[in-house]
């Protein structure tokens, strides 16, 4: 269930009541009124459930085993007919809350979130802190008079209403069933009209731009970010303008200024939205950063000029209608969560193809768009402390054909150096193919020497092969080089920014890496009619490797950064690592790895 509403409709003088809302209303309904009963329901029949709240989205899940999903749906929609609101759970909830926020105090990506909404304009929803805290939902407002949960049943009762409301439902009973079900358990939902809130006016006016912000960041991090306001281009979703942009900004290729790149759009709510070009910096590029703004303002001048250009516009729209053709299957509660949100924004009969798919070329929506990209100067800001995080800134049967499906992989060559398993695809039946290469080598991981020789060469191999395979990746082929448990992240950025913390994902924590001790693994995936192509390219580069010095030193102190970095991971991931580091036989530590490279 989404409902087209969130922390900008938050009242002024109660930042992170949606949210709030969001975790009370969980707490019991009439028709079920243990506040427990929905948990325990899902708990009892290996099912979970899960909310966020976003901008102007509010949107609650669930999965369950498929045998129960009437009764689970039937506990599910009263939370939106009878809820109670308990007053016994409001304390209790708040904390929740405040918990939320203070895990997410050393988080860069939090931070600097927060941190963009504080420096817009402060009369605009926008600006305000969405998560809450117990500073402001329960302290603040107790001084001042106000019943929260009296103010919370108010926020319910003029936003909750069924016209705004968008439902999915999964599961294996007929379309006609499932719709049954809707409509004799769902019609019960109040209908009060309620608007859908709309945001017209940008938070990013005339006088917030042409601003350079630097941050202080919690880990060692530098990345350069040029963010630009463009109004809610949603309408436009049949030529996509700002994925033709994104397709040409994102390219990446060889340079010592930076280690990634990645451009797109980003709905900041019903309204407008940002584009942003993020580029991950080496060290040397940091001391660079005026030069590379001037460069890429040249750029965006050099695609302006140019204007749209067809066969740019074509490959692009090949691409997109080939990976949705194509996508596999994504886990149920999230694939209903995706679709309600989208129900807001497109009809019915795109709600899965129309956020990825570009039907056709609208020449005039693109050239508007590159309008947006102006060349500019920038002023700098004096180092301040934002409020809420202190962030420091200077500003789906097989057919009957299919019956000899092999069950298992089998060996096909099996020699004293070599052994080849094989899997055939008989269950998704798309043109995709996987293949994992592991080279072995007992010296791999034999020292924590060794250890760091056989991350950086790995690192050292995709560097040089950065520009083949960017390419290769917009065809939708992939490749990595796993080795010992490091600290590398486990895939790139997305290309499109889906939202904007996605930015601050790529630093990945070393308690979760599906990598080896064994030597080297390569792991090709994507559409299999080029990928032997791409499987030989590297192998090649493996074997031919000539180590640049610049880019060495380079990658020597991005792996150091992150290795210093995670001191800074949140206490639950450190803990999970070092369980790890008491239970194997060998892992080496951070520290080991960082007093090697240095």
């Known amino acids: 269930m989404d409902v ?31 506040e427990n009963e929905y948990s325990e329901f899902l ?49 209790r909830e708040l904390l929740a809350v405040d918990s939320e926020h203070r895990k997410n105090l050393q988080s860069d990506g939090w931070r600097i979130h927060q941190l963009d909404k504080d420096l817009c304009d402060p009369s605009h929803p926008y600006a305000h802190f969405g998560t809450g805290s117990i500073e402001t939902l329960r302290d603040e407002p107790a001084r001042r008079g106000i019943d929260v949960r009296e103010e919370l049943l ?83 979703y049949l030529c996509k303008p700002t994925d033709y942009v994104s397709h040409l900004v994102g390219h990446e290729s060889e340079g010592s200024w930076a280690q990634e790149l990645s451009a797109g759009s980003h709905l900041g709510a019903k ?5 942003t070009i993020a580029i991950s910096l080496t060290e040397k590029g940091s001391k660079h950063h005026e030069e590379i703004v001037k460069l890429v303002f040249a750029y965006l001048e050099v695609i302006r000029n140019a204007g749209p250009v067809d066969w740019i516009y074509e490959e692009s729209k090949n691409l997109s209608d080939v990976f949705f053709r194509f996508a596999e299957k994504t886990h149920p509660s999230s694939f209903v969560s995706r679709v309600a949100g989208h129900l807001h924004d497109y009809p019915p009969e795109h709600a899965l193809c129309g956020p990825r798919v570009m039907f056709q070329m609208d020449r005039a929506a693109i050239a508007h768009v ?50 080849l398993w094989h899997k055939k695809d008989d269950t998704f039946w798309v043109p995709k193919a996987q293949a994992n290469l592991l080279l072995k080598s007992p010296l791999a991981y034999a020292t924590s020497v060794t250890a760091i020789h056989a991350q950086l060469y790995a690192r050292l191999v995709e560097d ?8 290769a990746e917009v065809a939708g082929l992939s490749m990595a080089l796993k080795v010992n448990p490091d600290l590398r992240e486990r895939g790139r950025v997305f290309r499109k920014l889906t939202a904007f913390i996605d930015a601050f994902k790529m630093w990945h924590p070393p308690w979760n890496d599906q990598s080896t001790t064994d030597g080297i693994e390569l792991t090709v995936r994507g559409y299999n009619d080029k990928l032997p192509l791409l499987v030989t390219k590297v192998v090649e580069a493996i074997k031919t490797l ?26 639950y991931a450190q803990v999970t690592y070092y369980v790890s580091h008491a239970t194997q036989e060998r892992l080496w530590t951070a520290d080991e790895k960082l007093a090697i490279l240095e």
């Open 4 to 34: 087209h509403v969130g922390q900008l409709c938050d009242p002024d003088e109660l930042p992170g009541l949606a949210h709030f809302c969001e975790h009370l209303l969980f707490m019991g309904t009439e028709a079920y009124p243990s």
């Open 464 to 471: 040089a092969m950065n520009e083949y395979t960017y390419f």
């Open 154 to 236: 108010k926020f319910h009762a003029r936003y909750y209403s069924a016209n705004i409301m968008t439902l999915v439902i999964l599961g294996k009973e007929p379309v006609e069933q499932l719709a049954r079900w809707v409509v004799d358990k769902a019609s019960a939902i109040k209908n009060i009209s309620a608007a859908v809130p709309t945001f017209d006016k940008h938070p990013l006016s005339e006088a917030h731009l042409l601003t350079e912000i630097r941050i202080k960041p919690v880990k060692d991090l530098r990345e350069l970010r040029i963010v630009f306001p463009l109004p809610d281009l949603t309408p436009q």
């Open 271 to 275: 309204g407008f939205e940002f584009f």
């Open 546 to 571: 000539r180590i640049d010095a610049e880019r060495f030193v380079a990658i020597k102190e991005e792996a150091g950064r992150q290795l210093k970095n995670f001191a800074m991971e949140q206490p």
């Open 43 to 91: 708990a009892a029949h290996a099912g979970a459930s899960n909310a966020f709240t976003s901008a102007d989205h509010t949107n609650y899940y669930f999965d369950v085993n498929a045998d129960h999903l009437e009764g689970a749906f039937d506990r599910f929609i009263h939370f939106f007919i009878d809820p109670l609101f308990s007053a016994s759970c409001t304390e």
């Open 370 to 419: 590159l309008t947006v990209f102006i060349n500019s100067d920038f002023d700098s800001n004096g180092w301040d402390a934002a409020k809420w995080y202190g962030t420091e800134y200077k500003c789906t049967p097989l057919s009957e054909d299919l019956k000899t499906k092999e069950t298992r992989p089998t060996i096909i060559i099996d020699t004293p150096t070599v052994r």
